[in-house]
């Protein structure tokens, strides 16, 4: 296993599916423990994803209306996101108002 791809019969990878079980707890007990905590910011972060009419994040939107030489510009009519290491739960919101967010 040390450096080798070890593939199933459909080609997925032995350690991926090692992880799901791990994955499920993870999410389970970072929900659980946002809906019976006290700490207002994780449970205001659990909201926020969990709402699809969360704004995209300012950074991000500051991002994307610039050029590749860091001079503003006009703002996109879309935008396609892909938040790698989210998993089920995205914190970089989903609204930009007048512009399509994928």
Known sequence: RCGRK???DKGIPWHWKDGIGWELMFFFMYLRAGV???NQVHAAEIAGSL???MPLKQRLVELLVRDALGRSGEAP???RILDIGAGPMSQVGYIWPGIDVQ
């Open 6 to 8: 070890v593939l199933d």
């Open 36 to 38: 019976l905590s006290s």
């Open 51 to 53: 709402n699809p009419g």
């Open 77 to 79: 009519r879309s935008a």
